[in-house]
């Protein structure tokens, strides 16, 4: 495994120069992309123009958010799968890994029997303009109640649904988000996390809920940066998730909302070393951060 800096996931912005320097400062090896700011340096420029940051660092390039609402009407579903197209090349271009994108915890459209069937062909089409640039389809849910307030037939919301619709998707570029902010707010366990297949597991994602709200009652803004235990232990989660061989990136992820009145590199700083504290507990060895390197050898005379 190895840290992944998501700078969405952790509620913040910036420019992209900043946000990798935060990266490379604070060690992270995987870099998720602003598919949406990239898109609008490319136009103003070039996609080698917009791609020049990321492409002198030796970051991990990893994934970005689809701009796919799986439960549209079909029109507008047609018209964001149609533009998926265009995107899908560009982040060919800039060696990017995957997409992600958020299964409907509820729909108004049918219930669950055929509305499966429905979310099956939209992935299954997804993941079709996906391989053709050879990039993955993340899939992860929403565990939080308020996701299906409003709605009249419940849909998939814990890891037991997205374990079965990831097993019946036949496209081997589809996997999953392990992200344990839902997967606790779900009512989700550690052993689903033991029985996951790690070729199927694109991405993960920790986070917790705070202090004084129950796991049952949280909403998106009660997430806050992973902490080592608590109900459902990160350093158990990371541990389960070494035994089943999984190596991919693992980030810290938190509302933007709990951390207000707080600056950037602190955020990044104290979400990088949650992870890893988790990763040294779960027996995972972790590189030096560049600044400790610094920090331990002071004399050494530069490379000519």
Known sequence: ?????????????????????????????????????????????????????LKATELENGGFKADIDL???????????????????????????????????ATDRTAY????????????????????????????????????????????????????????????????????????VS????????????????TVRLGSVIDGVTPADATPEDRVLPVLEGPLSHVAVVMKLKAIGYEGPIAPSASGSQYKGETREFIVSTGQQRIDDILTQAGITVPPRPCELVAQYPDEPAMA
Request: aromatic residues 10%; proline residues 4%.
């Open 113 to 184: 029997p055929e509305y499966f069937e429905v979310i099956r062909a939209r992935l299954t089409q997804v993941a079709e303009v996906l391989a053709a640039h050879k990039l993955r389809l993340a899939v992860g849910f929403s565990g939080c109640k308020q996701a299906a307030e409003g709605k009249q037939y419940p849909f998939i919301a814990n890891a037991e649904g997205l374990t079965a619709l990831i097993k019946s998707l036949p496209a081997e570029n589809i996997g999953m988000i392990v992200d344990t902010f839902e997967w606790l």
């Open 187 to 202: 009512g989700s366990t550690l052993e689903q996390v033991a029985g996951l297949d790690p070729k199927k597991i694109v």
């Open 71 to 105: 439960d549209a009407d079909d029109d507008a579903y047609k018209a964001q799968l149609a533009a998926l197209h265009p995107t899908a090349d560009l982040a060919s271009q800039w060696k990017l890994t995957h997409a992600c994108v958020t299964l409907p915890a």
């Open 1 to 53: 495994m190895y840290k992944n800096f998501s700078p969405a996931a952790l509620g913040i912005t910036g420019r992209q120069s900043e946000l990798i320097e935060l990266a490379l400062t604070y060690g992270f090896r995987g870099f998720d992309v602003d598919m949406a700011d990239m898109k609008r340096r490319a136009m103003r420029s070039t996609a080698d123009e917009a791609y020049k940051y």
